[in-house]
């Protein structure tokens, strides 16, 4: 485990960063930091990447993960900024805010797959750090489990389009209820397929 080897080497406040949200033509996008109080605690085995866990299992560890955790934050990046600035630099902006956002200052950032220019904290990109470091895994969990409550309470709004169900990604049954009742505020104009149905 990465955590393991940065405490033996005397670094303590270990920060893992993760988003939700970046392959879905709807919602925003969240991104979470986390940093646990003891990433090593077995009470914590069983955090993973929240793409292997059950809904039930992420709400279960998405409180789990705050109650042992020395800090956390959670970043939401709305459509409309993600159309003005494009995905990916939402994605790091997003991960710098949430860092930023810790009410104690990480002495070492984890994040998955992208590394944060310009962040003054030293930090590693993990290849798939969501599936071989806890503190991204944690962090997954946290933006996941946050993503998709906000989407079930769009689809109280927006009962039509069964968000619910597929949280804001391209479907054939989202596909066709975008054509049936028209691109909504909360749909990424930037994105190809909403694009195809406005043009």
């Given at each position: 485990m990465i955590e393991s080897q940065l405490l033996q080497s005397g670094i303590k406040n270990i920060a893992g960063v993760d988003e939700a949200g970046r392959g879905p033509c709807a919602g925003p996008l969240?991104?979470?930091a986390v940093i646990l109080n003891d990433p090593l605690a077995k009470s914590l085995g069983g955090v993973k990447?929240?793409?292997?866990?059950?809904?039930?299992?992420?709400?279960?560890?998405?409180?789990?993960?705050?109650?042992n955790s020395l800090a956390y934050s959670i970043i939401e990046i709305s459509v409309e900024e993600i159309d003005s600035l494009g995905l990916h630099k939402c994605n790091i902006e997003g991960m710098r805010r949430a860092v930023q956002a810790l009410d104690v200052k990480a002495d070492y950032v984890l994040t998955d797959g992208y590394s944060i220019p310009g962040l003054s904290t030293p930090n590693l990109a993990v290849w798939k750090g969501d599936?071989?470091?806890?503190t991204i895994s944690a962090a997954s969990i946290l933006a996941k489990v946050h993503r998709d409550r906000i989407m079930i309470e769009l689809d109280k709004k927006y009962p039509m389009y069964g968000l619910a169900n597929h949280k804001g990604y391209i479907t054939a049954s989202?596909?066709?209820?975008?054509?049936?009742?028209?691109?909504?505020?909360?749909?990424r104009k930037s994105f190809a397929n909403i694009a195809a149905i406005t043009g």
């Open positions: 969240i991104i979470a990447d929240s793409k292997q866990l059950s809904a039930d299992q992420r709400d279960d560890l998405f409180e789990l993960i705050k109650a599936q071989v470091a806890i989202h596909t066709a209820a975008i054509k049936e009742f028209g691109v909504l505020p909360i749909h």
